[in-house]
T-cell receptor, first 111, second 111 residues
Framework: NAGVTQTPKFRVLKTGQSMTLLCAQDMNHEYMYWYRQDPGMGLRLIHYSVGEGTTAKGEVPDGYNVSRLKKQNFLLGLESAAPSQTSVYFC??????????FGQGTRLTVV | RKEVEQDPGPFNVPEGATVAFNCTYSNSASQSFFWYRQDCRKEPKLLMSVYSSGNEDGRFTAQLNRASQYISLLIRDSKLSDSATYLC????????????FGQGTRLTINP
């Protein structure tokens, strides 16, 4: 019963470093999403994908890149981390017009 | 105007009380609506979907008003375990499929 798995769970980066967050789902869902959650801001959509090989920008895409080379994986990249990217990142997957299932989150701190 | 708006609260109510949340959305063509629950430092989890005819799940009742573009959640006989943040979620239309979250309403049930 893995569902949606995010790797890593926690990470501390120095300003300017790069990293990739991995999201894997085993439910054969078409749609996958990356959100960030900051205090008082709710969840804001960074990028999303409606199928293998597709990606689209969400509400706050700047500073992030994504790839969906395989249907079950959705990667979120930070090329040059900034303190403003300190946040909790959630990945989710789902089918059209149905609910999304979330991973447990990645807590990222950029110092 | 935000796509999805909620009263952030916080709501502090005594155990056993009835509490209601409202949420408004801006896209009249939106097709799917959900309420999620998020516990502190955890991922959001689906509480219930919201259907045009309204739906009930135990102590929880959700309703949709398409004409006024709002959805509501009613919690009856509240329990201490209902303390959480409640997130209103609206799905986009075909061709712009994405999940948009409200900022959440924080609820605390007091003994």
């Amino acid at each position: 019963n893995a569902g949606v798995t995010q790797t890593p769970k926690f990470r501390v980066l120095k300003t300017g470093q790069s990293m990739t967050l991995l999201c894997a789902q085993d439910m054969n869902h078409e749609y996958m999403y990356w959100y960030r959650q900051d205090p008082g801001m709710g969840l804001r959509l960074i990028h999303y994908s409606v199928g293998e090989g597709t990606t689209a920008k969400g509400e706050v895409p700047d500073g992030y890149n994504v790839s969906r080379l395989k249907k079950q994986n959705f990667l979120l990249g930070l090329e040059s981390a900034a303190p403003s990217q300190t946040s909790v990142y959630f990945c989710a997957s789902g089918e059209p017009n149905t609910e999304a299932f979330f991973g447990q989150g990645t807590r990222l701190t950029v110092v | 105007r935000k796509e999805v708006e909620q009263d952030p609260g916080p709501f502090n109510v005594p155990e056993g009380a009835t509490v209601a949340f409202n949420c408004t959305y801006s896209n009249s063509a939106s097709q799917s609506f959900f309420w999620y629950r998020q516990d502190c430092r955890k991922e959001p989890k689906l509480l219930m979907s919201v259907y045009s005819s309204g739906n009930e799940d135990g102590r929880f009742t959700a309703q949709l008003n398409r004409a006024s573009q709002y959805i509501s959640l009613l919690i009856r006989d509240s329990k201490l375990s209902d303390s959480a943040t409640y997130l209103c979620v609206v799905n986009g239309v075909w061709g712009a499929q994405k999940l948009v979250f409200g900022q959440g309403t924080r609820l605390t049930i007091n003994p």
